[in-house]
């Protein structure tokens, strides 16, 4: 390993764990209700929507990370394919949308854990996850292995609870007509949950044999957060009906109440509480990763680029938590952050989708279709989403634009 490198130590197991932790998290026990809000009893077919635009990207940045094998994701791809601009465009949406996520992460997990110390509770978690993926990214993955693995203990419990207990109480109605604008709402909504298979490609310099092991490890862990997804939608919708899953705070807990099997809800809380610690752990890291790889190249302060003796980019681990707590600090609650994260990673992964285009036919496993469809699928749910999303995000995207050009315009002037 040079002294600039990472270690690569995951094989696919070990990816596949990052990338579940990153989707089986917030969106899990949250994400279902605005999205039944928007679909009504059309939710599973905004799943499906949702779900085939996330494959379409998988297998793009599958492809891009095993021709890429190093940190960064799309900001790589995109400066490698399509040009500096479109890379940094990557990046900051990358960063912004996923800093965002794990600031809405941690003040759920606040909310269930002890919502009577609030933003203290969140603040402390994203330290503690910190501190594990600064101290190596062995830890990370143990860690992550854990969560992830009660996580699905309790959404399969729960599942289960609503499966047996649902005959006992009367269904509720279908709800009221949704257009097809509803559907892509919900789709675009949902699509917040699966983009965690991003943190694979993110970590494309910390797997051996990247080539093999991510094209074996992001198609696994999607395959796995959609079967989950789906039995979790669908339950809440038997227990639920759409009209009172489009106003739950949490679902999860709410269709077991509702199916009376209140005695439950305490492990569903618990649950939701250690799948947001997930969240936390897997999404910094690609954070950190995004912001290593744009400090190489000078598209963020130089700083950040250090490796530690852990083998691991302690600063820029430690700045990414900084943000995340500001914007802890600074947002009313965790609602809003999931349609600004949402149009964020739509716009990163129509970009992934570009750079899938052109890469050699030697270079593709997948058929090229499957980048086109990505493109278009992405497009079209970031437009759907809801207008204030939509405005702060491309606010946020436009403001980091402007800002580089005005550092390379400074850098012009001194060099001349």
């Known amino acids: 390993m040079s002294p600039a490198g990472l270690s690569r130590h995951l094989g696919t197991g070990d990816a596949v764990v990052v990338g579940l932790g990153a989707m089986l998290g917030t969106g899990v026990f949250t994400v279902t209700a605005p999205a039944a809000a928007a679909a009504g009893s059309w939710l599973l077919a905004g799943l499906g929507l949702a779900a085939v635009v996330a494959t379409c990207n998988a297998l793009s940045s599958a492809d891009l990370a095993a021709a890429h094998p190093e940190s960064g994701g799309t900001y790589v791809y995109g400066r490698e394919r399509l040009g500096p601009a479109w890379g940094f465009l990557a990046g900051a949406a990358f960063l912004a949308g996923k800093t965002a996520s794990c600031a809405a992460a941690a003040l759920v997990l606040a909310e269930y854990v002890a919502p009577q110390a609030g933003r203290a509770v969140a603040l402390a978690a994203v330290a503690g996850t910190t501190a594990l993926n600064v101290a190596g990214i062995r830890w990370t993955v ?151 790889a744009m400090a190489r190249r000078r598209d963020l302060p130089s700083a950040l680029s250090r490796i530690g003796p852990r083998g691991t980019p302690w600063r820029a681990d430690l700045v990414a938590a900084a943000v995340v707590a500001v914007l802890i600090l600074l947002l009313p609650g965790p609602v809003a952050a999931v349609g600004l994260s949402a149009f964020c990673v739509l716009l990163y992964y129509a970009v992934a989708n570009a750079s899938a285009l052109r890469l050699r036919p030697a270079e593709r496993r997948w058929p090229r279709w499957t980048a086109h469809l990505g493109l278009g699928g992405c497009l079209l749910l970031a437009a759907t989403l809801p207008p204030a999303a939509m405005l702060t995000g491309a606010a946020l995207l436009a403001a980091a634009v402007a800002v580089r050009a005005g550092v390379a315009l400074r850098g012009r002037r001194a060099g001349g």
């Open 142 to 292: 143990r860690g992550t292995r854990l969560l992830v693995g009660a996580v699905l203990a309790v959404l399969a419990t729960a599942v289960l609870v609503v499966a047996v207990r649902h005959g006992t109480v009367p269904l509720a109605g279908a709800g009221p007509r949704v257009g097809p604008g509803g559907v892509l709402q919900s789709a675009g909504l949902l699509f917040f949950a699966f983009a965690g298979y991003a943190r694979i490609a993110t970590l494309g310099e910390e797997v051996r044999d990247p080539a093999r092991t991510i094209r074996r490890a992001v198609p696994l862990a999607l395959a796995v957060a959609v079967v989950t997804y789906a039995a979790v939608a669908a339950a809440c919708l038997i227990a639920l009906g759409p009209v009172a899953l489009g106003r739950s705070t949490a679902p999860v807990a709410d269709a077991v109440l509702a199916v009376g099997a209140g005695a439950f809800v305490p492990l569903v809380d618990v649950g939701a509480a250690v799948a947001t610690l997930s969240v936390l752990l897997s999404v910094l890291v690609g954070v950190s990763r995004t912001a290593l």
